[in-house]
């Protein structure tokens, strides 16, 4: 089952000199039930597919879908089908964890034992009621991620959400998504960690310049290349000799 779906997708920022082609005709398949990460250099263009994705911005051309549907037309509650996690998104400082979950929670209907289910799921139930900025960044991702899955949603879409973990934030997050898919959920992540990503990703997809360089099952990646990091850089390769 075609689960995401990204056809022909156009971003492009800027005009003239300053003109970017952010994505530049991206096509990308995701099916229900996979852990999928996009990997690439920074300004590669990971986030802006994942902004579009989440309806938070326009493309030039082409569509993204989710279930066959753009986000908007995900009816009232689309954080009961897709739960977040961006890397430019910050809880207000002077908030508690649970208040930032409480607040998000009374505007997508989800109760207060919810949010502290949340808190205890991704490991901050004693942290509830300090206030994010005496968060460490580890704990700010955990929130980040008990926010993700307030409406216990059935597709996590994760904006680097491993960038400045220590060992056992990293460690956490792996176990923490690959349990998620072992319920049949599904999970797109961006990261630039990319033998992380082999323990973890059944799917990876490259992308250099607003353009898809890497689109294959992991298994088929380690078995070609060894690694992904061998399987990106000639990727590269292969794109600047052509
Ligand atoms: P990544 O997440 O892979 O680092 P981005 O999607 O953030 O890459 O950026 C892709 C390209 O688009 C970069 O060249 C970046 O500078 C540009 N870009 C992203 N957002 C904007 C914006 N709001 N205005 C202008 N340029 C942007
Ligand atoms: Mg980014």
């Not at 309806?55 to 879908?65: F, P, R, T, V, Y």
């Not at 380690?222 to 000639?234: M, P, Q, V």
Request: aromatic fraction near 8%; proline fraction near 3%; charge should be negative.
């Amino acid at each position: 089952m075609e689960f995401l779906k990204i056809e022909n997708l156009c971003k492009v920022y800027g005009k003239g000199e300053n003109q970017v082609n952010a994505l530049d005709n991206v096509s990308l398949t995701i099916e229900k039930g996979e852990f999928t990460a996009i990997i690439g250099s920074s300004g590669s263009g990971k986030s802006t597919l994942i902004r579009i994705l989440l309806g938070l911005e326009n493309s030039q051309m082409g569509m993204a879908l989710i279930d066959g549907k753009k986000y908007s037309q995900l009816g009232d509650n689309p954080f009961c089908i897709v739960g977040s996690f961006l890397d430019s998104c910050q809880p207000y400082p002077t908030r508690t964890g649970f208040q930032h979950l409480r607040w998000i929670g009374l505007a997508c209907g989800v109760d207060s034992n919810r949010c502290k289910e949340c808190l205890e799921l991704v490991g901050l139930s004693e942290a509830k009621n300090k206030k994010v900025k005496d968060y460490s960044l580890g704990m700010k991702q955990r929130l980040g991620l008990a926010t993700a899955l307030l409406a216990n949603p059935d597709i996590l879409i994760l904006d680097e959400p491993i960038n400045g973990l220590d060992p056992e934030g990293i460690r956490w997050v792996r176990n923490f998504l690959q349990s998620f898919v072992n319920e049949g959920k599904t999970v797109l992540m961006t990261s630039h960690y990319m033998s992380e990503l082999e323990l973890t990703v059944d799917h990876l997809v490259g992308i250099s310049n607003g353009k898809i360089v890497i689109d294959a099952p992991t298994k088929d990646i380690l078995k070609e290349f060894g690694s992904f990091e061998e399987a990106y850089f000639k990727a590269l390769e292969g794109k600047e000799g052509a």
